[in-house]
T-cell receptor
Framework: QKEVEQDPGPLSVPEGAIVSLNCTYS??????FMWYRQYSRKGPELLMY??SSGNKEDGRFTAQVDKSSKYISLFIRDSQPSDSATYLC???????????WGAGTKLIIKP | EAGVTQFPSHSVIEKGQTVTLRCDPI?????LYWYRRVMGKEIKFLLH????????ESGMPNNRFLAERTGGTYSTLKVQPAELEDSGVYFC?????????????FGPGTRLTVL
């Protein structure tokens, strides 16, 4: 069983829709949870960073962590075609430590 | 400020040859990480430097892989001899290492193809 499960998609939605991306994990030691965005032929770019449980909002993006269910989510409001990319969840047990990654979900926003 | 840079962007070699990948981290970043993504799989951790020291090399697949970080600045990852299964995208990331949470910034990756 993988430590982090993420549906690879693709997920296709119309422009303006609310997008929900999710990951589940099995290791209860994970404390740091990240969402990265990756455009084709580029490196992952950090979008959101959450420590332990709770919600975090940044503009159109909201990250949620539910440690009791071992489930994390990223919501994108008012989605734009420029949001089309692969979204990867990553997590670690400590700061300054190796990241454990999901497979990435390919998101397509249709104009 | 320049981001993490990697060279080359793409390398095509034959099985049995040697390849060296280079990573230049963001200036002032003590932590440097190597990750790899092979086709159809998740990104996997390879190793972690703190300055010039190897903090964690638990992800290195075998002794054909050798990583160095000269003077705590740039890092190289050598694969010798390369095998078909080494094909993939090799990412380097760097972080300050003095804050929690500590953000890892990624380079564009080196795409390695072993024929």
């Amino acid at each position: 069983q993988k430590e982090v499960e993420q549906d690879p998609g693709p997920l296709s939605v119309p422009e303006g829709a609310i997008v929900s991306l999710n990951c589940t994990y099995s290791n209860s030691a994970f404390q740091y949870f990240m969402w990265y965005r990756q455009y084709s032929r580029k490196g992952p770019e950090l979008l959101m960073y959450t420590y332990s449980s709770g919600n975090k909002e940044d503009g159109r993006f909201t990250a949620q962590v539910d440690k009791s269910s071992k489930y994390i989510s990223l919501f994108i409001r008012d989605s734009q075609p420029s949001d089309s990319a692969t979204y990867l969840c990553a997590m670690s047990a400590k700061s300054n430590y190796q990241l454990i990654w999901g497979a990435g979900t390919k998101l397509i926003i249709k104009p | 400020e320049a981001g993490v840079t990697q060279f080359p962007s793409h390398s095509v070699i034959e099985k049995g040859q040697t390849v060296t990948l280079r990573c230049d981290p963001i200036s002032g970043h003590d932590n440097l990480y190597w990750y790899r993504r092979v086709m159809g799989k998740e990104i996997k951790f390879l190793l972690h430097f703190v300055k010039e020291s190897k903090q964690d090399e638990s992800g290195m697949p075998n002794n054909r892989f050798l990583a160095e970080r000269t003077g705590g600045t740039y890092s190289t990852l050598k694969v010798q001899p390369a095998e078909l299964e080494d094909s993939g995208v090799y990412f380097c990331a760097s972080s300050l290492g003095r804050l929690a949470p500590d953000t890892q910034y990624f380079g564009p990756g080196t795409r390695l193809t072993v024929l």
